[in-house]
T-cell receptor, first 114, second 112 residues
Framework: NAGVTQTPKFQVLKTGQSMTLQCAQD?????MSWYRQDPGMGLRLIHY???????DQGEVPNGYNVSRSTTEDFPLRLLSAAPSQTSVYFC?????????????FGPGTRLTVT | SQKIEQNSEALNIQEGKTATLTCNYT??????LQWYRQDPGRGPVFLLL?????KEKRKERLKVTFDTTLKQSLFHITASQPADSATYLC???????????FGKGTKLSVKP
C-alpha cells in the first residue's frame, strides 16, 4: 500500500491564482481530512469528509473548497490564493469517523503565496 | 471550546535519560487522547492512543498516562536515544465535532 499520497510537494503561487492540492489514499478509509500547519499554531483542520459525497467544514475553512467523489480522493482547492495561505498542508485519513482510530498523514505540500 | 496545551515548546535531554512531555486540556474530558511523532519535512506518525478509562498505556520504550482529574496526559520515552529527537504532538477527541484537536507540539532533542 502507498498509504496517503499528496501532490505536489512544493508549490509557489501568486496572489489571486487558484490551484488544487491532490490527496489520495489506498486503504479504503472512510474519513479524510485536510490540515494546515503553521509555525506556533499547530495543526488546524480545514475541511473533512466522512465518506464519498459528504464533506464538512473544520476550524479554518475560508478560502478553501473540497469535494469527495470517490473514497480514494479528496482534493483541496484554493479559490484565490492569498499570502495568509502560505503554509504546509497535510492530508490525513482514518478507517472510521469518531472511531478513535489512528490518523495516517501524507507527506505534506509546502505552499508559498507571493 | 476545547483547548490543548503542550507545556514545553522544546525539551533537551541527555541520551539514556527519560523524556517526559506534558499535554494539558482545559474543558471536557476527551474520550481518548493520541500521541504522534513528527520529523522535519514529514507528516505526523501515530504512536499511541489512550482512552479515558485507561490510566496507562505502554509500547516498547514509550509510556502514556491519562489523568482525567488533572486534565493531563504525560508521554514518557525511557532510555532515550538521539533517534528519538523529533516533535511530539498530542491530539484529543474533539467532542461533538468528532475530529481530532492537536496541540502545538514539543520539540525533543536528545544529545549523545
Amino acid at each position: 500500500n502507498a498509504g496517503v499520497t499528496q501532490t505536489p510537494k512544493f508549490q509557489v503561487l501568486k496572489t489571486g491564482q487558484s490551484m488544487t492540492l491532490q490527496c489520495a489514499q489506498d486503504m479504503n478509509h472512510e474519513y479524510m481530512s485536510w490540515y494546515r500547519q503553521d509555525p506556533g499554531m499547530g495543526l488546524r483542520l480545514i475541511h473533512y469528509s466522512v465518506g464519498a459525497g459528504i464533506t464538512d467544514q473544520g476550524e479554518v475553512p475560508n478560502g478553501y473548497n473540497v469535494s469527495r467523489s470517490t473514497t480514494e480522493d479528496f482534493p483541496l482547492r484554493l479559490l484565490s490564493a492569498a499570502p495568509s495561505q502560505t503554509s504546509v498542508y497535510f492530508c490525513a485519513s482514518s478507517y472510521e469517523y469518531r472511531s478513535a482510530g489512528e490518523q495516517y498523514f501524507g507527506p505534506g505540500t509546502r505552499l508559498t503565496v507571493t | 471550546s476545547q483547548k490543548i496545551e503542550q507545556n514545553s515548546e522544546a525539551l533537551n535531554i541527555q541520551e539514556g535519560k527519560t523524556a517526559t512531555l506534558t499535554c494539558n486540556y482545559t474543558n471536557y474530558s476527551p474520550a481518548y487522547l493520541q500521541w504522534y511523532r513528527q520529523d522535519p519535512g514529514r507528516g505526523p506518525v501515530f504512536l499511541l492512543l489512550i482512552r479515558e478509562n485507561e490510566k496507562e498505556k505502554r509500547k516498547e520504550r514509550l509510556k502514556v498516562t491519562f489523568d482525567t482529574t488533572l486534565k493531563q496526559s504525560l508521554f514518557h520515552i525511557t532510555a532515550s536515544q538521539p533517534a528519538d529527537s523529533a516533535t511530539y504532538l498530542c491530539a484529543l477527541d474533539g467532542g461533538s465535532q468528532g475530529n481530532l484537536i492537536f496541540g502545538k507540539g514539543t520539540k525533543l532533542s536528545v544529545k549523545p
